[in-house]
C-alpha cells in the first residue's frame, strides 16, 4: 500500500520562508511531486524530484532523499497569494500517483 | 487548448441513481485517472487508465466503473451511487506533470 504523511496545517508570515515536509512509504517509487490547490480549484503542479537532491523553481524549491523516504517543499518570500493547500504525490509503478492529506498554508501579514 | 474537460460540473442524485461523468482531454497524453477528493482526505486514486484499452484499481474503486473510451476520453459510472460517494471528482492526465480537470461536484442523497 501506499502512505504519505504531511503537516495539516502551517502559518506563516508574508515575506518569510516556509518548509512542508512530506514522509512516505510505498511499495514503487519513481519520484515525488508537489501539487498546490487553491479553495475550490484544480490541483497544478510546482515542482517533481526523481533523484535525491534540490530541485529549483523561482521560490519554490523541493528536495528528496529516497533513502530517508523524506521530501519537502520550501516556499521563499510569501506571499499572501500562496495561500493554499499543498500535496506531496508519489509516482509509483505503472505510472500511478498517489497523493498525501494535504497540507493548509495559511499567509499571514 | 482546453486542456482536461470534465463535465457535469456539478450533479446532485438520488440513492441508487446511476450516472457517468465524463472526462477528456486535448494534450494526446496516454494515461489518465479519476481521483475522488474529501475533506481531510487528499486526493485518492479511484481508477487510472495507462493507455488507451487498459484500465487499472486505484485505492478506492469500489462502486465504480470506468471505461477508456479512446485516448482522449476517459469515463467514470457510478451504477448505484451511496451518500458515501459524495464526493469532489477530478480528471487527470498525464504528460510530465499531472494535469487536471476543473472538478464534478456530486452530491448524493
Known amino acids: 500500500g501506499q502512505s504519505l504523511e504531511q503537516p495539516s496545517e502551517v502559518t506563516a508570515v508574508e515575506g518569510a520562508i516556509v518548509q512542508i515536509n512530506c514522509t512516505y512509504q510505498t511499495s514503487g517509487f519513481y519520484g515525488l511531486s508537489w501539487y498546490q490547490q487553491h479553495d475550490g480549484g484544480a490541483p497544478t503542479f510546482l515542482s517533481y524530484n526523481g533523484l535525491d537532491g534540490l530541485e529549483e523553481t523561482g521560490r519554490f524549491s523541493s528536495f528528496l532523499s529516497r533513502s530517508d523516504s523524506y521530501g519537502y517543499l520550501l516556499l521563499q518570500e510569501l506571499q499572501m497569494k500562496d495561500s493554499a493547500s499543498y500535496f506531496c504525490?508519489?509516482?509509483?509503478?505503472?505510472?500511478?500517483?498517489?497523493f498525501g492529506t494535504g497540507t493548509s498554508l495559511t499567509v499571514i501579514p | 487548448n482546453a486542456g482536461v474537460t470534465q463535465t457535469p460540473k456539478f450533479q446532485v442524485l438520488k440513492t441508487g441513481q446511476s450516472m457517468t461523468l465524463q472526462c477528456a482531454q486535448d494534450m494526446n497524453h496516454n494515461s489518465m485517472y479519476w481521483y475522488r477528493q474529501d475533506p481531510g482526505m487528499g486526493l485518492r486514486l479511484i481508477y487510472y487508465s495507462a493507455s488507451e484499452g487498459t484500465t487499472d484499481k486505484g485505492e478506492v474503486p469500489n462502486g465504480y466503473n470506468v471505461s477508456r473510451l479512446n485516448k482522449r476520453e476517459f469515463s467514470l459510472r457510478l451504477e448505484s451511487a451511496a451518500p458515501s460517494q459524495t464526493s469532489v471528482y477530478f480528471c487527470?492526465?498525464?504528460?510530465?506533470?499531472?494535469?487536471f480537470g476543473e472538478g464534478s461536484r456530486l452530491t448524493v442523497l
Open positions: 487527470a492526465s498525464w504528460g510530465g506533470e499531472l494535469f
Open positions: 504525490a508519489v509516482r509509483g509503478t505503472g505510472n500511478q500517483f498517489y
